[in-house]
């Protein structure tokens, strides 16, 4: 789609990109409210969970049970909540979405990174919708590296 920016992505985006299956990629997400939060991308353009082929819900299937026991593994999370959402593409006059899924890591226990401690205030109830999402460039990247070498590995 060309005017689709997730069809579309930049190289800054794509700078984050932590792994890729046939037809799915994940992120690190910009927004690191709960440290590790990652998106998953359809590399096709399709509207809604409920388009999803076989094949793309077998692989989707298969890439919740890898993310999920990386970010357990890596970040010590205790769930993960995960979100298909689309709210701001409806905002449009003709609201033309493409599937994405977010993941937020959501943590019992402080977790110690890089020298910074991040707390999850919220645990055991609905994630913040106003938290602050912004986290050292250096803090970032640490994540970044070591989220992608377990999923490589
Ligand atoms: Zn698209």
């Known amino acids: 789609m060309i005017n689709c920016d997730w069809c579309n992505l930049s190289d800054e985006a794509r700078r984050f990109q ?4 046939k037809s799915w990629s994940v992120f690190l997400s910009d927004e690191q409210d709960y440290i590790g939060r990652c998106i998953l991308v359809l590399k096709r353009h399709c509207h809604s969970l409920s388009e999803l082929t076989t094949d793309e819900w077998d ?12 970010l357990k593994a890596v970040l010590g999370a205790a769930l993960c909540n995960w979100s298909c959402l689309m709210n701001s593409f409806y905002k449009e006059q003709a609201p033309d979405p493409h599937l994405h899924i977010h993941v937020r890591p ?4 402080p977790v110690a990174l890089n020298g ?8 055991g109830h609905h994630y913040a919708l106003h938290k602050r999402a912004e986290i050292p460039v250096k803090d970032k990247e ?4 070591q989220l992608k070498e377990w999923l490589n590995r």
């Open 18 to 21: 932590l792994y890729e299956s």
């Open 59 to 70: 692989e989707l299937r298969d890439l919740i049970g890898k993310v999920e026991a990386c």
């Open 106 to 109: 959501r943590y019992d226990k």
């Open 116 to 123: 910074s401690t991040y707390i999850d205030r919220e645990f």
């Open 142 to 145: 640490e994540v970044f590296r």
